[in-house]
């Protein structure tokens, strides 16, 4: 039912920035809750931030929390990942995931409904 694609990612030095953008198809996206998801090579995937349907709640990992902002415009259906300033262990493959159910638990993969295929980011020292 929903289809995303990420876009944004690429490379950049330590201590600068970068905006992921999540583009959502269809009428419904602001019906669902989205997540940042990201792994880096050879470690599994890892939530990463959270955002509800009306933009007014959001949730970080603490090693993120105070440099990454995530956000949404609804009327653009399309979900934001701000990252300043990024450091070499931010590398990694970026998925947005968005979700139906409303689970008490949504740090989890099996929490999301919908995912797109991912956007690489790469931060050198």
């Known amino acids: 039912q929903v289809q995303l694609v990420e876009s944004g990612g690429g490379l950049v030095q330590a201590g600068g920035s970068l905006r992921l953008s999540c583009a959502a198809s269809?009428?419904?996206?602001?019906?669902?809750?989205m997540g940042w998801f990201r792994q880096a090579p050879g470690k599994e995937r890892e939530f990463v931030a959270f955002?509800?349907?009306?933009?007014?709640?959001?949730y970080y990992i603490d090693s993120v929390k105070g440099r990454f902002t995530i956000s949404r415009d609804n009327a653009k259906n399309t979900v934001y990942l701000q990252m300043n300033p990024l450091k070499p262990e931010d590398t990694a493959v970026y998925y947005c995931?968005?979700?139906?159910?409303?689970?008490?638990?949504?740090?989890?993969?099996?929490?999301?409904?919908?995912w797109g295929p991912g956007t690489q980011v790469t931060v050198s020292s």
């Open positions: 995931a968005a979700r139906s159910k409303t689970t008490v638990v949504f740090t989890v993969q099996s929490a999301y409904d919908y």
């Open positions: 269809g009428r419904t996206f602001s019906s669902y809750g």
């Open positions: 955002i509800n349907v009306s933009g007014g709640w959001t």
